[in-house]
């Protein structure tokens, strides 16, 4: 059973550039997560998905961020006209169908995206 | 005051001391807890879950102090390997699973 998959591992990009991240659950998990890490500093919650739903979005930046998790593929996390600020380590982590009592979120290997 | 908040460390520890960790919460709501280990520019790794009961696997030990809002993990016997970042985490009330993490407390054990 695969794990979560994040590609890239790693994403440069200019100022003012698209970035987007792509996120494959672990089979089976309907609940998606998404997580920003700055150099030195713990994990802050940016957006909860389900499978073409978004269920919270409160830690995400109001402009220039965006995600989805449609029916078919993987979630996609974009940032629009990136500036060196969001470089950051962006993890994903999913999560079994809500009921599982462990509640424990399995997180992908994250992708590194440095803006220039 | 943040959700979620532990001491940043570093703890420097010799090999085979024992060490703990805190983490306090602030939602006395909060459902369910969790430590996660982060090694250097890796991903988070569940280590444990916490139990109102505590729990125990091998050299780690995990309790929760509900009345006090705060979540401990103790480490015997340090081991080199066990140098990393330690990440509580606590899972609030309410319908969905939103998952707050603590900033982590980085542990570094030295021969």
């Known amino acids: 059973n695969a794990g979560v998959m994040q590609n890239p591992r790693h994403l440069v990009r200019r100022r003012g550039q698209e970035a987007r991240l792509r996120c494959s659950p672990m089979?089976?998990?309907?609940?998606v997560y998404w997580y920003r890490q700055l150099p030195e500093e713990g994990l802050k919650f940016m957006v909860y998905?389900?499978?073409?739903?978004?269920?919270?979005e409160s830690g995400m930046p109001k402009e220039r961020f965006s995600a989805e998790f449609p029916k078919e593929g993987p979630s996609i996390l974009r940032i629009q006209q990136v500036v060196r600020g969001d470089s950051a380590a962006y993890f994903c982590?999913?999560?079994?169908?809500?009921?599982?009592?462990?509640?424990?979120?399995?997180f992908g290997p994250g992708t590194r995206l440095t803006v220039l | 005051r943040k959700e979620v908040e532990q001491d940043p460390g570093p703890f420097n520890v010799p090999e085979g001391a024992t060490v703990a960790f805190n983490c306090t919460y602030s939602n006395s709501a909060s459902q369910s807890f969790f430590w996660y280990r982060q090694d250097c520019r890796k991903e988070p790794k569940l280590l444990m879950s916490v139990y109102s009961s505590g729990n125990e696997d091998g050299r780690f030990t995990a309790q929760l102090n509900r009345a006090s809002q705060y979540i401990s993990l103790l480490i015997r016997d340090s081991k080199l390997s066990d140098s990393a970042t330690y990440l509580c985490?606590?899972?609030?009330?309410?319908?969905?699973?939103?998952?707050?993490f603590g900033t982590g407390t980085k542990l570094q054990v030295i021969p």
């Open positions: 985490a606590v899972k609030n009330s309410g319908g969905y699973q939103k998952v707050t």
């Open positions: 998905l389900q499978k073409e739903n978004i269920i919270d």
């Open positions: 982590a999913s999560s079994p169908y809500e009921g599982m009592s462990s509640n424990e979120q399995f």
């Open positions: 089979k089976g998990h309907s609940h």
